[in-house]
């Protein structure tokens, strides 16, 4: 959230291959307005904050680390 609350940064991560991160994220950005709208209702704010979403890729980041890693145990042995 910046510090105004009127925007907000929202991380996903989604698994599958690129073609399904892709149609996630067309889905997410085409749905954010109703979003918007369904935590303005639920939630009392003064102002409902624009929303905008991140493909968060850390979860690949640390899966690939811990790959290589293991095959480094599996090359000592």
């Known amino acids: ?3 105004d609350l009127r925007h907000a940064k929202v991380f ?3 698994y599958g291959d690129e ?3 892709i149609q ?3 889905g ?3 749905a954010a307005g109703l ?4 935590i303005g209702h639920r939630v009392r704010i ?3 904050p624009e929303i905008t979403f991140i493909m968060d890729t850390s979860m690949e980041k640390a899966e690939h680390v811990i790959s ?3 095959g480094l145990d599996k090359g000592e042995k």
């Open 24 to 26: 996630t994220m067309k």
């Open 46 to 48: 003064k102002f409902t």
């Open 12 to 14: 996903v991560s989604i």
């Open 28 to 30: 997410l950005k085409s």
């Open 19 to 21: 073609k399904v991160k």
């Open 1 to 3: 959230m910046s510090e």
């Open 35 to 38: 979003i918007r709208g369904e």
């Open 68 to 70: 290589i890693l293991e």
